[in-house]
């Protein structure tokens, strides 16, 4: 069975860090990019960026450049989502999601092309 499991969402308040990790199963991880999209109430879900598991070569959006940062631990199959100095605007629901492809720019837009989607966790940002 294929699973996305996301952890790691909470409240923090303006200009703290997370870490969000999404732990892969039931496929061939090194196959794969993965990435990490969120969406905040009433808006639409975006792409904030992704990693090709195998060269970790990496794509950002740039609302999250120079704050957000992505990398794996192909041992435990788990992509990390490193969040620092958040803002408000970052509150929403962040989901993993896996295709396997590369990751490049065009990831980020490709909703309907993934294989595979988590559930996704909560991160609320305080002002």
């Known amino acids: 069975e294929v699973q996305l499991v996301e952890s790691g969402g909470g409240l923090v308040q303006t200009g703290g860090s997370l870490r969000l990790s999404c732990a892969a199963s039931g496929f061939t991880f090194d196959d794969y990019a993965i990435g990490w999209f969120r969406q905040a109430p009433g808006k639409e879900r975006e792409g904030v960026l992704c990693?090709?598991?195998?060269?970790?070569?990496?794509s950002y959006a740039d609302s999250v450049k120079d704050r957000f940062t992505i990398s794996s631990d192909n041992a435990k199959n788990t992509v990390y989502l490193q969040m620092n100095n958040l803002k408000p605007e970052d509150t929403g629901v962040y989901y993993c999601?896996?295709?396997?492809?590369?990751?490049?720019?065009?990831?980020?837009?490709?909703?309907?092309?993934?294989?595979?989607w988590g559930k996704g966790t909560l991160v609320t940002v305080s002002s």
């Open positions: 999601a896996a295709r396997e492809s590369l990751c490049i720019p065009y990831f980020l837009r490709d909703y309907d092309g993934m294989d595979y």
């Open positions: 990693i090709t598991v195998s060269d970790s070569s990496t």
